[in-house]
């Protein structure tokens, strides 16, 4: 039986999709001041925001199609996340094997040259020619090739980190709480929304973000009763994860016959990943899943190179996501821009649809569209998410190797191997996490090994994790290195540990 529910009041702006371009957009309206609501269907970054390929870049690729001003506005974007997200973003050297029949030496140094200078670079390294004699990794046959940097991330939970953020300026995030109707007027929208136990309360909106990404135009047409206005190509990247390649301290960049290129990265310590494919589908984006044809594909290119094999036998786990790009007419879905697109209509009260977009590009991508959306609400308010750091971020000088050697100072009783994962994890939060425990036992029962209730509790608290998957798959990678029924022995204990009402 549903029961409808009026308690959610009104807001200023309503944002559909708990995603990355969602909760950056969330972020930037709550803290200019609107009042916002957040409404995410499952879980925070349970689709294509945690199935990502993990970088923050500026796309070396996308020079060979003259994308100049997207790969500038990714490259300034790397910048200011690596000092918003310390502890989320890390550096990470590429090595690049030349292979001159695909591409000459000639115009890898030219693109990376475009790629060192394109913008502003801080923190990272430039580009170098070098020798690759005796890498481990690769066949004996690649002796020369390239060196670059970029920046790695935690993607879901940057999108979490974000929609903390949002909270704490606040926003109201309401997860497993799906937009199942909107009506229009010239002041305003009626948002029916349906929570998980059944409810359908009613909110008042001045306005609605659409960042529902690959259903974007799903949900205007069926949801908003609105015509969408651009077409999209929905594009599954999918990417398996084998045993770490012995060696292996660095990524590298394969190419392929097809000019299409593959990324090998350092993965969790102890494994590595290899993606990503690119395949148009036509079916709902919620089940992508992986292809044998994909997994033959990543393995037969990876084996071009690589002096370990890789074999389907090899994979442990694989993950796809739907990307939701704009429909620019090119034949190879590998060649369809990564840029985005912002469409607001103000025929009547405003509606921001959000087309295509890639996690470098998030913060900025919010930024545009609120100042879209505080204009059309006549709400000025400045800029601010450039300078601000996400939580956890608030590391001095974004020097995290100095705040992890502070924290084994003073937390000397927390074992290294998760002293270093709740650095990363959680950046400066770490300490609300631990709050006065002075010793392993004071974080409560081990739920599963190196998982313990604090931290369990903390996730639910703070962070909106409801399940297993939410704990061990999106807000941590842990599921990687735990037993097979992990999952269903931290559901039986969740389900035995309910957070007090407060909470």
């Given at each position: 039986m549903t029961m409808h529910d009026p308690s959610l009041g009104d807001c200023d702006l309503l944002v559909v999709g708990g995603g990355i371009n969602g909760?950056?957009?969330?972020?930037?309206?709550?803290?200019?001041?609107?009042?916002?609501?957040?409404?995410?269907?499952?879980?925070?970054?349970?689709?294509?925001?945690?199935?990502?390929?993990?970088?923050i870049h500026g796309g070396l690729r996308y020079l060979e199609r003259y994308e100049f001003g997207l790969v500038r506005k990714s490259l300034r974007e790397r910048e200011v996340l690596i000092e918003a997200a310390p502890h989320l973003i890390r550096p990470l050297r590429f090595v690049?094997?030349?292979?001159?029949?695909?591409?000459?030496?000639?115009?890898?140094?030219?693109?990376?040259?475009?790629?060192?200078?394109?913008?502003?670079?801080?923190?990272?390294?430039?580009?170098?020619?070098?020798?690759?004699?005796?890498?481990?990794?690769?066949?004996?046959?690649?002796?020369?090739?390239?060196?670059?940097?970029?920046?790695?991330?935690?993607?879901a939970r940057l999108v979490v980190a974000a929609a903390r953020d949002a909270a704490?300026?606040?926003?109201?995030?309401?997860?497993?709480?799906?937009?199942?109707?909107?009506?229009?007027?010239?002041?305003?929208?009626?948002?029916?929304?349906?929570?998980?136990?059944?409810?359908?309360?009613?909110?008042q909106a001045r306005a609605v973000a659409n960042a529902t990404g690959p259903w974007v135009a799903a949900f205007l047409q069926q949801i908003a009763q609105?015509?969408?206005?651009?077409?999209?190509?929905?594009?599954?990247?999918?990417?398996?994860?084998?045993?770490?390649?012995?060696g292996q301290e660095t990524a590298y960049v394969l190419q392929s016959e097809d000019r299409r290129i593959v990324f090998v990265l350092p993965y969790e310590d102890a494994f590595t990943l290899i993606g990503t494919t690119d395949v148009d589908v036509a079916d709902d984006p919620a089940a992508a899943r992986i292809s044998p044809a994909e997994i033959d594909y990543l393995c037969t290119l990876a084996n071009r190179y690589l002096r370990l094999p890789v074999t389907a036998g090899d994979v442990v786990w694989s993950f796809a996501g739907v990307r939701p790009l704009l429909q620019d007419g090119a034949d190879d879905p590998?060649?369809?821009?990564?840029?985005?697109?912002?469409?607001?209509?103000?025929d009547a009260a405003p509606l921001l649809s959000v087309y295509g977009g890639k996690i470098t590009t998030f913060r900025r991508l919010g930024e545009e569209a609120v100042d879209e959306l505080c204009r059309a609400l006549r709400h000025?308010?400045?800029?601010?998410t450039r300078t601000a750091p996400l939580p956890g971020g608030d590391i001095p000088g974004a020097d995290f190797a100095h705040f992890l050697q502070q924290l084994a100072q003073h937390r000397a009783w927390l074992p290294p191997a998760l002293r270093e994962r709740y650095a990363h994890a959680y950046g400066s939060r770490a300490l609300r996490l631990l709050g006065d425990a002075r010793r392993l036992q004071d974080l409560g029962e081990e739920v599963l090994p190196q998982l313990f209730a604090a931290e369990i509790d903390y996730l639910r608290r703070e962070e909106w994790a409801q399940t297993a998957d939410d704990v061990l798959w999106r807000r941590s990678k842990l599921g990687l290195h735990l037993p097979a029924d992990a999952a269903t022995r931290l559901d039986d204990w969740l389900a035995q540990h309910p957070l007090p009402a407060h909470s």
């Open positions: 909760a950056g957009i969330a972020r930037d309206a709550a803290g200019r001041g609107l009042r916002v609501v957040l409404c995410e269907r499952d879980d925070l970054a349970a689709h294509t925001s945690s199935a990502s390929t993990k970088l690049l094997p030349q292979a001159p029949h695909l591409r000459p030496a000639w115009m890898m140094r030219i693109g990376l040259w475009l790629y060192d200078h394109l913008a502003r670079r801080r923190r990272l390294p430039a580009s170098a020619a070098i020798t690759l004699a005796g890498d481990a990794v690769l066949q004996p046959q690649f002796t020369r090739g390239f060196a670059y940097s970029d920046g790695w991330c935690d993607d704490e300026r606040g926003a109201r995030v309401l997860t497993r709480t799906r937009c199942a109707q909107l009506r229009r007027s010239a002041t305003g929208w009626t948002a029916e929304l349906e929570t998980a136990d059944g409810r359908r309360p009613i909110l609105q015509p969408s206005r651009h077409a999209l190509r929905l594009v599954r990247g999918s990417h398996i994860v084998v045993p770490r390649r012995p590998a060649a369809t821009s990564r840029d985005y697109l912002l469409d607001l209509d103000t000025p308010a400045p800029a601010w």
